[in-house]
């Protein structure tokens, strides 16, 4: 009975205190998925580092930060078609990686709900800050690790990003790309 209630006090203190962990970028993913009207791409990008801090169940601080010169393509088989797409997503008329290397979601706070952790952040790409939301499902912790996956949907035109926008150019037919975007990303983060 003592050993019971010596675990019940130790889990409740493991879960009344801050705990930060950081982010293993081999153990961690994300993955896109671009659409058109001709169809999508998909790819990877690379988490660069990046810390979680939690109390209990809620994410109450983070960074994560995505090496955006890291982008591939995991659709296109061919091997110079799969260059020459890259090549474009790292241009000036995408994601600019030359003048732009690095993407920053910086974690504000989080609220447990039914339907995971809702967080609050804000996401800065090609130099823009702009807040976003999303939910944290499957997320389980350890004293020593934590893991989670999310989806987000990011509108590309927030942060200045309006290449092939029907939005912005018209007459563009087939050659329009969709404004949204989808990541699905997997950390895991270590203390």
Request: avoid cysteine; charge should be positive.
């Amino acid at each position: 009975m003592k050993m019971l209630s010596l675990l019940a006090i130790s889990l409740t203190a493991f879960s009344a205190f801050a705990q930060t962990y950081n982010v293993v970028p081999s153990g961690s993913k994300i993955v896109y998925v671009g659409k058109k009207v001709t169809g999508e791409h998909t790819g990877t990008l690379t988490l660069k580092n990046g810390s979680l801090t939690l109390k209990g169940d809620e994410i109450t601080a983070g960074e994560l930060v995505a090496d955006m010169n890291s982008l591939t393509s995991t659709d296109i088989t061919d091997k110079d078609y799969n260059a020459k797409y890259v090549s474009h997503m790292k241009s000036a008329d995408f994601f600019n990686t030359e003048k732009f290397p690095e993407s920053k979601l910086v974690i504000k706070s989080s609220k447990k709900t039914d339907k995971g952790i809702i967080v609050q952040g804000e996401l800065t790409m090609l130099g823009v800050t702009k807040p976003v939301s999303f939910v944290v499902s499957d997320l389980k912790k350890t004293e020593t690790e934590v893991s989670g996956k999310s989806n987000l949907t990011l509108n590309r035109t927030t942060w200045g990003l309006k290449y092939g926008s029907a939005n912005f150019f018209k007459n563009l037919g087939d050659k329009a790309i969709n404004d949204e975007f989808t990541l699905s990303v997997e950390l895991f983060a270590k203390k």
